[in-house]
């Protein structure tokens, strides 16, 4: 099955400039598609990136300068045959759940993230197209319900964390083990409790 990493090699992860310069918040980028890449490949898969620039990964890149959305429809439009698309954003993501998602035999399926996102899909529908604003899961499901495609879900607590916001970092922390995790300990973060739980904080 053909799985496609979208990643944005420009300006990436914005949400993290309170706690990360520009060129940090690309390495910790790096690292989470690194982390994504490696479970993909364990699940039995050989991965592809979408990169808005090169990316200096072990994986085949393919750079469209457009935004997500638009990049990802113009993968789909070209393509015959199931694909699925996993967010390059998942440190924590395990080759058994995303195992879940490719094993599917729904027309569609959706992983949802927290905050009502959609981290990964599975599509064998070839009139499926994303629009990942605005609470993407809940549109694609409407879409595919709008279609009568048949639909799954596939909750899974590993791939419903996209890491986008300083507080997700504690995340990372907690439960990852791979290239992202890693990083963030290089970089001086630890995990500290704040009153309401644990919390990424830099040394």
């Known amino acids: 099955m053909r799985v496609v990493v979208p990643f944005d090699a420009d300006d990436p992860k914005t949400r993290l400039a309170p706690v990360l310069g520009a060129g940090e918040r690309a390495a910790f980028a790096t690292a989470m598609l690194r982390d994504v890449l490696e479970t993909v490949r364990a699940a039995g898969h050989e991965p ?107 909750d899974s607590f590993w791939l419903s964390l996209d890491v986008d916001e300083p507080g997700d970092l504690a995340e990372v922390l907690l439960h990852g083990d791979g290239h992202a995790e890693t990083w963030l300990r290089e970089a001086g973060f630890e995990l500290a409790a704040d009153g309401r739980g644990l919390a990424a904080h830099r040394n």
Not at 131 to 149: F, I, L, M, N, T
């Open 48 to 154: 592809e990136v979408l990169s808005t620039a090169s990316a200096g990964v072990d994986a085949p890149v393919t750079v469209d300068e457009q935004p997500l959305s638009p990049a990802v429809n113009a993968v789909l439009a070209a393509h015959d045959g199931p694909i699925a698309v996993v967010m390059a954003d998942l440190p924590l993501g395990t080759p058994d759940a995303l195992a879940r998602l490719t094993e599917s035999d729904a027309d569609v399926a959706l992983v949802p993230g927290l905050g009502g996102g959609t981290n990964a899909f599975l599509t064998r529908d070839p009139t499926f197209r994303v629009d990942y604003h605005g609470g993407s899961y809940r549109k694609h499901r409407e879409q595919v319900a709008a279609s009568g495609a048949s639909l799954a879900t596939v």
